[in-house]
């Protein structure tokens, strides 16, 4: 027998009233490549759409429109990576109330800045988000101000929980919701409305390998906080586990499963050549785990919450050129060649012979690696696969170069 919610479902179709004619109704899409790969029927719920970005909205916009106007006219304050901040800034100009939002000094510049854009005042501080959170509760205790807790606060989770509602009026015979997980407030109030409507739909977590607090809590049954937290998914890097969150979870959650950086950092690829979605790395984790097969969905109507969109744009750039090189796109060399006129061109044509593009050179004639009267040649073509890359490294063995591929 399940225990009654501290949330309830009537509680997250308030939040939806709320959040009516305010905060998007974003698409659920249909992953056709995940569903044919899979044997199963993929949906996307794209919330890296909403209107800040991510759906760190949802709860902030419940609690803030939940206060009375005391509350509101002293001001709010958060503490944030960056989705709950530009959540709870959108909020609090909507409603007119000053918002100061406590940030990790690391914090990408595109949420800082969007963070900005809403009016709010940012204090950057701390290596993470609980570094943040004890400055931020502090100001607001000392400031007579609403502090708004991006996750264990009941309005938020039920904000949160108008993600259910919106999957079910599209796909009523959902059969499972896969859902990220920082702090636990998303998945809880998924979890608490899908549960309530339907207790055969199932739900399953994930979390970054480099920050799996909540899946060690969860297996253990008891709260276990990561002694640090090091992952490209900033938006759930979460070092210590809330035990009000961990209780939820273990009544309304299945399972929670784990995605590595390096898979993370694939999804992100993945939904951005084939969705055309610019997803962050939080936002890419539900769809990691089922692209590296970590949760069961075979014959199974899926949904992979899409939480978020807000990357930083040096992380993209980075996670793109590795990708160009793990799929055979593009190929870095470092090729020695005697330091004489002529010797560049003649590399040079090698490349050409085989339609390599050459993408970007360096050369050095100065390292103590070489011997005198030898030069390196740092090279990156554009290849087109890995026949292709074997096809130029034939050629420059036949013409007697040493070189190292990196």
């Not at 949420?111 to 204090?123: E, I, P, Q, T």
Request: charge should be negative.
């Amino acid at each position: 027998m399940r225990k009654e919610a501290m949330i309830t479902l009537n509680d997250i179709k308030e939040a939806k009233k709320r959040l009516t004619n305010t905060v998007l109704t974003t698409p659920l899409m249909k992953a056709p490549i995940l569903s044919k790969n899979l044997n199963a029927e993929v949906y996307l719920k794209e919330d890296n759409l909403q209107i800040t970005g991510s759906f760190k909205i949802r709860g902030a916009f419940n609690k803030v429109a939940m206060l009375d106007d005391t509350k509101r006219q002293n001001g709010v304050v958060a503490a944030s990576a960056g989705n709950h901040a530009q959540g709870l800034a959108f909020a609090a100009q909507h409603f007119g109330c000053v918002a100061t939002i406590f940030m990790p000094e690391a914090t990408p510049l595109t949420k800082v800045s969007g963070v900005k854009s809403y009016g709010a005042n940012v204090v950057l501080t701390g290596e993470n988000f609980d570094e943040a959170y004890a400055a931020a509760t502090k100001f607001a205790k000392e400031n007579n101000k609403e502090f708004i807790h991006p996750f264990a606060d009941d309005a938020v989770i039920a904000g949160q929980g108008t993600l259910t509602l919106e999957i079910l009026e599209k796909i009523e015979d959902i059969d499972h919701i896969i859902v990220p997980i920082g702090g636990g407030g998303l998945i809880s109030g998924i979890a608490i409305a899908a549960k309530s409507i339907n207790p055969n739909i199932k739900i399953t977590g994930v979390v970054a390998s480099g920050a799996r607090g909540m899946k060690d809590s969860f297996e253990a049954r008891l709260p276990i906080d990561s002694s640090s937290v090091r992952t490209i998914a900033d938006g759930i890097a979460v070092r210590d586990v809330t035990p009000k969150l961990l209780e939820i979870i273990l009544e309304y959650v299945d399972e929670i499963v784990e995605v590595s950086d390096n898979e993370t950092a694939n999804a992100i690829l993945f939904l951005l050549e084939k969705h055309k979605l610019m997803v962050e790395g939080a936002g890419a984790v539900a769809t990691a785990a089922i692209m590296h097969n970590k949760v069961n969905i075979e014959n199974e109507k899926v949904c992979a919450i899409v939480s978020g969109g807000n990357i930083d744009v040096t992380m993209l750039s980075l996670i793109i050129d590795k990708g160009l090189v793990k799929s055979f796109r593009k190929m870095n060399l470092i090729v020695t060649l005697m330091d004489k006129p002529g010797a560049l061109m003649h590399l040079t044509e090698i490349f050409t012979t085989c339609s390599a593009n050459i993408v970007q050179i360096d050369y050095d004639r100065n390292s103590i690696k070489l011997e005198f009267g030898e030069a390196h040649v740092t090279i990156s073509l554009e290849t087109k696969g890995e026949e292709h890359q074997e096809l130029i490294r034939e050629n420059l063995k036949q013409n007697g170069y040493r070189y190292k591929q990196i």
